[in-house]
């Protein structure tokens, strides 16, 4: 039961992360793509979009080699580490964050924007009324990305090495454990994982679906 | 005093090749309400635009308040004593009460008086039940309301509206811009609106400018522009729909005699323009149409016999086509003299036309 927790926490502080961070820079990222005018910006959006559909094990691959001993960075000795499977999720998560940030902004009145700017608002002021105003994509765009790391088992094998009590997730212990004949263990991990997708998508959906009343 | 004053401006359109808005010199003073008036592609949303620094022309000097408006900051504190209502509803997905308040809270006004003012301004626009409703789920009146509280309620020392009143049913308008009127006054801003050709709104300006392809071609007060439009366009475009090209022949008891055919002569009691050539500016409305022996009961000194080609009605008016000798006119009447006098197609009538109903512009 110890082990099953341990999973879970690992699943949780691994994604969980890796959420914020592509959130942190996806959403501002997916804001100024989706509101500026700039040359090969079509291009941009093209390569996101294509990003959305990124096979997790081609990015469990790319950070291999990056951190592998003989890779770039493998000075850093980050590989088979929670780290790595991080810098792995917030890749496979990126794209989807801000493509479909992108998406809110670009489906926003072009004259509700310019309306912002005419009331004055400084430029913190705009973006920040500028995201409330795409709050719903925003947040579908973190369901999506949080959907898409958190049952994702290629690049956090790859290049977490599913280290029990380590690096182990609950898709890589599912993995494991279906491999060991540990049927049950599989099934309640399988369980857990569901679980949890639902709750976070829940309480996402109810913020979604809440009035908001300041900016 | 000159609160804002526009020069040398000029801005191209990059999908229409060959049109530019070609602005010399724009001034407005405090508290005087301007109103754009002009057909379709004339570039009025565009120069409201430019000058409520929305969009950025491609020549131009833009003095607020006496000094020129360079900086990002100036800019800023342009937008900040000024406020833009847009042609389309365009509301934030909030609350109408926050929709309002939104352009206070930029200001980093105080909570307090922010509900206060807010609260004032939802009355007087008699949106207050609306206050906690969602802002998206309002109808197309009200959508305009609170685009207007959200403007008035900053105080603007100048308010730039983009046909303010455009797609609403007539009631609606005119009660909009009834509760409207007492606080754009109460208020003393300035003003200025564009406006396709609402009768209803013209009460709102205290002068009008007629942009024709970019161009101002005509500034003045009501009387001077619907009473003396300044060309051809301009009074094309304020509905003057016999614009006839005459000659002066002559002079008959201190009037010109202008021919407008080989048998069609007026008599015009007005100021001589400076070439013989011209053109003959008769308003719709100030044709009278009889059936029966005209000079019996009118003072007209022109009379001319005619046929009714077409009877068009429209809402106020019924709008007759009339062929007199070769001369075509337009004159508008009742429903109830249509119906009164058997106006039909093909009828004979008698059309008269007062020498002073008469304008002319040179022919160039």
Redesign the interface.
């Known amino acids: 039961m110890n082990e099953i927790f341990d999973i879970v926490r690992t699943s949780l502080e691994v994604s969980g992360l890796s959420l914020i961070i592509a959130g942190v820079i996806g959403i501002p990222l997916g804001v100024i793509v989706g509101l500026s005018r700039f040359r090969g910006r079509k291009w941009l959006i093209a390569l996101v979009n294509t990003g959305m559909g990124l096979p997790p094990v081609l990015v469990g691959l790319v950070v291999v080699m990056m951190m592998g001993r003989s890779g770039p960075l493998g000075f850093l000795g980050l590989l088979y580490s929670r780290t790595a499977m991080v810098i792995a999720q917030t890749i496979i998560a990126l794209p989807l964050v801000t493509a479909f940030t992108i998406a809110g902004i670009q489906k926003i009145d072009p004259e509700l924007i310019r309306q912002t700017v005419s009331l004055g608002a400084t430029r913190l002021q705009f973006f920040r009324i500028i995201i409330q105003e795409a709050r719903l994509t925003i947040l579908v765009a973190l369901m999506a990305g949080f959907g898409s790391i958190i049952s994702e088992v290629g690049a956090v094998m790859m290049v977490g090495g599913n280290i029990r009590g380590e690096t182990t997730v609950l898709t890589t212990g599912i993995l494991q454990s279906t491999r060991m004949g540990m049927f049950n263990q599989a099934l309640i991990l399988g369980g857990v994982l569901l679980a949890i997708s639902f709750i976070v998508n829940l309480a996402l959906t109810l913020i979604q679906q809440k009035r908001t009343d300041h900016y | 005093m000159t609160l804002l004053t526009i020069k040398d401006l000029q801005f191209s359109y990059s999908e229409r090749g060959d049109f530019t808005l070609s602005v010399p010199r724009f001034e407005l003073n405090q508290g005087e309400r301007v109103a754009l008036i002009g057909p379709n592609g004339a570039g009025k949303t565009t120069l409201l635009?430019i000058i409520?620094l929305?969009q950025r022309p491609d020549k131009g000097n833009i003095l607020y308040d006496g000094g020129e408006i360079k900086s990002r900051a100036d800019i800023?504190?342009y937008?900040?004593s000024?406020?833009?209502v847009?042609?389309?509803p365009?509301?934030?997905?909030?609350?109408v009460q926050?929709n309002v308040a939104?352009?206070l809270?930029?200001?980093n006004i105080s909570p307090d008086e922010i509900s206060e003012r807010v609260d004032g301004m939802l009355k007087a626009l008699k949106i207050g039940h609306l206050a906690n409703r969602?802002a998206l789920s309002i109808s197309g009146g009200e959508a305009r309301r609170v685009m207007l509280a959200r403007a008035l309620v900053?105080n603007p020392k100048i308010l730039f509206l983009d046909e303010p009143f455009a797609d609403l049913d007539e009631p609606v308008r005119r009660s909009i811009i009834e509760d409207t009127l007492p606080i754009l006054s109460g208020s003393g801003c300035a003003t200025v609106f564009v406006t396709h050709n609402q009768d209803e709104t013209y009460q709102l300006a205290s002068r009008f400018m007629v942009l024709i392809k970019g161009r101002i071609i005509q500034s003045g007060t009501a009387y001077e522009i619907f009473g003396n439009p300044a060309s051809k366009e301009v009074a094309e475009f304020i509905g003057i729909r016999n614009i006839i090209p005459a000659e002066i022949t002559g002079n008959d008891n201190d009037m010109l005699r202008l021919s407008l055919s080989d048998s069609i002569h007026f008599l015009y009691s007005g100021a001589k323009p400076d070439t013989n050539k011209v053109l003959c500016l008769i308003p719709p409305e100030s044709i009278t149409i009889a059936t029966d022996p005209p000079q019996l009961h009118s003072s007209a000194r022109n009379t001319l016999q005619g046929t009714i080609k077409k009877v068009i009605p429209s809402r106020y008016m019924v709008w007759l086509e009339i062929d007199c000798n070769g001369v075509h006119l337009t004159a508008s009447v009742t429903h109830q003299s249509v119906r009164e006098l058997g106006l039909s197609a093909g009828k004979p009538i008698s059309v008269l036309i007062k020498a002073t109903a008469i304008q002319l512009l040179p022919l160039t």
Not at chain 2, 90 to 95: A, E, I, K, P, V
């Open positions: 635009q409520s929305l800023l504190n937008h900040r000024t406020a833009f847009p042609q389309r365009s509301l934030y997905n909030r609350s926050d939104i352009g809270k930029i200001r969602n900053l």
